[in-house]
């Protein structure tokens, strides 16, 4: 069974500073999607940024950015330049090619301090 | 462009009522799918509508149950419900089958008292 896995369950981090979320997961798929969603205190899940397994090139969305090291089945998030608005729930997700069946990981609480 | 949007956003039920979630899909968006939301469990997969056919399905009990109609807006139901099903319950859509993009709803608080 696919499983995804969010070892930090809380980060927090400077106003303008860098940070990075870690994610990895196991598959034995070889086609498959990687997400990063946020969700807010109002808890709506925001897509922050997402990788297809076939992509080499690492995604990018603005000060959002991905390492996504397939051979050792990692996707972590780095955030630069964070923003009080950064704040949130941060949930990583696998989908396999086909499937609209997300499977999350456990959330990484992150709080930006001012 | 409207987002997915469910409605009630609230509701409040007792211990051995039914309850129906309805959510309506980004437009052109068949996939629908619904997610269940908890703070021990964290966020499982319900199941998956896509042209009226449920294609997926978690690893819930029969009491949980969907449907999708023609114009893919989507309901699930729970019946006979228990103090654990208390959750946020997001409905999420995506454009088919071969774009994995998939986007939330705002969620359903359901409370059972």
């Known amino acids: 069974a696919q499983t995804v896995t969010q070892s930090q369950p809380e980060m927090s981090v400077q106003e303008a500073e860098t940070v990075t979320l870690s994610c990895t997961y196991d598959?034995?798929?070889?086609?498959?999607?990687l997400f990063w969603y946020k969700q807010p205190p109002s808890r709506q899940m925001i897509l922050v940024i997402r990788q297809e397994a076939y992509k080499q090139q690492n995604a990018t969305e603005n000060r959002f950015s991905v390492n996504f090291q397939k051979a050792a089945k990692s996707f972590s998030l780095k955030i630069s330049d964070s923003q009080l608005g950064d704040a949130a729930m941060y949930f990583c997700a696998y989908t396999i090619q086909g499937a609209q069946k997300l499977v999350f990981g456990q959330g990484t609480r992150l709080t930006i301090n001012p | 462009k409207a987002g997915v949007t469910q409605t009630p956003r609230y509701l409040i039920k007792t211990r051995g009522q039914q309850v129906t979630l309805s959510c309506s899909p980004i437009s052109g968006h068949r996939s629908v799918s619904w997610y269940q939301q908890t703070p021990g469990q964290g966020l499982q997969f319900l199941f998956e509508y896509f042209s009226e056919t449920q294609r997926n399905k978690g690893n819930f009990p029969g009491r949980f149950s969907g449907r999708q109609f023609s114009n893919s807006r989507s309901e699930m139901n729970v019946s006979t419900l228990e103090l654990g099903d208390s959750a946020l319950y997001l409905c999420?859509?995506?454009?088919?089958?071969?774009?994995?993009?998939?986007?939330f709803g705002e969620g359903s608080w359901l409370t059972v008292v």
């Open positions: 598959t034995s798929e070889s086609d498959y999607y």
């Open positions: 999420a859509s995506s454009l088919d089958s071969s774009f994995n993009t998939i986007y």
